[in-house]
């Protein structure tokens, strides 16, 4: 990797330098509003079917494996 070349102008700020400047003011971010697609309705609801169908799928299986370990940590802690 090649070392970078500093060009006319340009300065090297330590650290320090930056804390001694001072406090600068800070403005609050203002309030972020959600955007709403224009989207076309079926294909709006094609989407919503989409995303149901997937997170069910998930949901059957990875939902009996988690309720297996926790059960068996469970019994583990009642027979200790």
């Known amino acids: 990797m090649s070392e970078r070349v500093m060009r006319p102008g340009e300065e090297i700020f ?25 989207v076309n309705s079926n294909i709006q609801e094609e989407i919503i079917r989409q995303v149901t169908e997937t997170t069910e799928k998930i949901a059957r299986e990875m939902f009996p494996a988690i309720a297996e370990r926790i059960i068996r940590e469970e019994v583990d802690k009642l027979k200790q």
Not at 14 to 38: H, M, N, Q, Y
């Open 14 to 38: 330590d650290l320090v330098d930056v804390v001694e400047e001072g406090s600068r003011e800070f403005v609050d971010i203002p309030e972020k509003r959600t955007r709403v697609a224009l």
